[in-house]
């Protein structure tokens, strides 16, 4: 499928997205987000690895569409950060793992969209923030929930409340990102990653992604028992008898995802 807003490459079980519309920074409008929606719905099992990046050298996304959002009245409001919300919870719970390798700003929903993803690493000229209460608005595209879970509520209320834009050394210090790079070493190094990923059970990395995501909001006891049920259900998995036995027999294995 031809898309105006996305550029779609892939290799070797490796999937990046990058999103281009370099007029507006790769700023979210409605289209975009549509854009996004389907593309992630039609992920078939060929893709192991998603990353998500920005088109260009100055943004990863600079935030949502401010000209379509001016007009907006509540209803409509409520309508665009449901849409918004609803494709970045599409992303966090694809049953693969989600690199944002974030090569500019990434402000607002920029901000949002990298949270939504599992890794993020960054260039060392990546910006980050959540500037929205100086529009008289706040994070709309689940900001306000998953910044405190990355960073702590008192960082997380800081970037909100002052709208200030950080750089990618002080997003590394706070541990909103895993890792920084120069601009040149940002895309294989997140291919490089990603082809780690590819050397592992599949089957094991979604149930991992799914313990992870699904036992954060559990206490103690319910976070382990998920974590029991799933553990149980990787010895049903061909992916366990293979990995064992090239251990036991010190050969490399040959995992199919089942």
Do not use: W
Not at 133 to 142: A, H, R
Request: hydrophobic fraction near 45%; include cysteine; charge should be negative.
């Amino acid at each position: 499928m031809d898309y105006e807003f996305l550029k779609i490459e892939r290799q070797d079980g490796i999937t990046v997205m990058k999103i281009s519309a370099p007029k507006s920074l790769n700023a979210l409008n409605s289209t975009i987000l549509k854009e996004i929606d389907s593309f992630v719905s039609g992920l078939d099992n060929t893709t192991r690895v998603l990353i998500i990046t920005g088109d260009g050298e100055k943004s990863f996304v600079a935030g949502a569409d401010i000209s379509e959002m001016a007009h907006l009245n509540e209803p409509e409001g409520f309508e665009f950060g449901r849409l918004g919300a609803q494709v970045f919870r599409k992303i966090e719970t694809l049953p693969i793992p989600v690199i944002a390798a974030v090569n500019g700003f990434a402000l607002g929903g920029g901000c949002e969209l990298a949270m939504a993803c599992d890794i993020r690493i960054a260039s060392v000229k990546a910006k980050f923030g959540q500037p929205e209460v100086g529009l008289g608005i706040i994070p709309g595209f689940s900001g306000t929930h998953r910044l405190p879970k990355l960073i702590g509520q008192g960082y997380a209320k800081e970037m909100i409340y002052t709208g200030k834009v950080i750089r990618a050394d002080e997003a590394l210090r706070i541990g909103l990102v895993n890792a920084t790079y120069e601009p040149e070493e940002l895309m294989p190094k997140a291919l490089e990653m990603a082809t780690m990923m590819l050397k592992n059970a599949p089957v094991a990395i979604r149930l991992a992604k799914q313990s992870i995501n699904e036992g954060y909001d559990l206490d103690a006891d319910g976070a382990i028992a998920l974590e029991n049920k799933l553990f149980g259900q990787c010895f049903a998995t061909k992916d366990q008898k293979e990995g064992m036995d090239a251990f036991l027999n010190k050969r490399k294995a040959d995992f199919i995802g089942e």
